[in-house]
């Protein structure tokens, strides 16, 4: 069974920073690509970002040019920097294994990110 173990949230104000880790289990870590998603209140999950096995990334718009999605295999974790926060950044965050499209696996508890206007 994967299991995901997401950390790093907290609270911020506009345009800080913060860092989410997720240590992966119960998979080969290095061939699986990956991803971020994120759900707001009263929203529905929505996805914000992937990495491959091979490090190819991508973005929602939303988030281009502040967030960086990056993967250390040998500790099997997924990080996310993400850099002038905007109030509506405000979410839990939430990583898994990604593929067509989706997502793979149950999820883990996920980690909230507020952010201060």
């Known amino acids: 069974q994967v299991q995901f173990v997401e950390s790093g949230g907290g609270l911020v104000q506009a345009g800080g920073s913060l860092r989410l880790s997720c240590v992966v289990s119960?998979?080969?870590?290095?061939?699986?690509?990956l991803a971020w998603y994120r759900q707001a209140p009263g929203k529905q999950r929505e996805l914000v970002t992937t990495i491959s096995s091979g490090g190819t990334t991508t973005y929602a718009d939303s988030v281009k040019g502040r967030f960086t999605i990056s993967r250390d295999n040998a500790k099997r974790t997924v990080y996310l920097q993400m850099n002038t926060l905007k109030p509506e950044d405000t979410a839990v965050y939430y990583c898994?294994?990604?593929?067509?499209?989706?997502?793979?696996?149950?999820w883990g508890q996920g980690t909230l990110v507020t952010v201060s206007s």
């Open positions: 898994n294994r990604y593929s067509l499209g989706r997502a793979l696996d149950a």
């Open positions: 119960g998979t080969l870590f290095d061939f699986n690509a």
